[in-house]
């Protein structure tokens, strides 16, 4: 079912792409990767409400994998909703306390939004404008 998807992702025939992933999404709900790469067409398109519900899919699925969490994190900030980006980080740092792999890059990015979450937010849209 995902195989079309992928095909068409590959071509970058993101539109077709997203509608294959959509259709095989509704036969597998549960299908994790599915629900990143749909949420990853729709962040490169920087439809990010869009990429935001696939990600918080994901990690209803799996709320300790962190590249579940990565998605959802950076469409959010992508977003501009930097408290939900932060809050999404400290969601992940409990996970990461209770026993799921999370490389030190990233736990140090997540404690950096959660202690300055303006700061951080600020450096953001400068880069983002530059």
């Not at 990767?33 to 067409?41: A, D, H, I, Q």
């Not at 939004?113 to 983002?128: L, N, P, Q, S, V």
């Amino acid at each position: 079912m995902f195989d079309r998807g992928f095909q068409l992702r590959d071509e970058a025939r993101t539109d077709e792409a997203i509608d294959a992933f959509r259709r095989a999404l509704e036969r597998c709900p549960w299908a994790v990767k599915g629900w990143l790469v749909l949420g990853s067409l729709y962040r490169k398109r920087r439809e990010y409400a869009e990429a935001v519900a696939c990600f918080q899919a994901a990690v209803a699925l799996r709320p300790d994998k962190e590249l579940c969490s990565l998605g959802l994190f950076h469409s959010l900030i992508d977003a501009g909703r930097y408290a939900e980006g932060a809050a999404e980080a400290a969601r992940f740092l409990d996970e990461v306390e209770k026993g799921a792999k999370c490389p030190v890059e990233t736990r140090q990015m997540y404690r950096d939004w959660i202690e300055d979450t303006e700061g951080m937010a600020k450096a953001w849209e400068r880069h983002r404008n530059s």
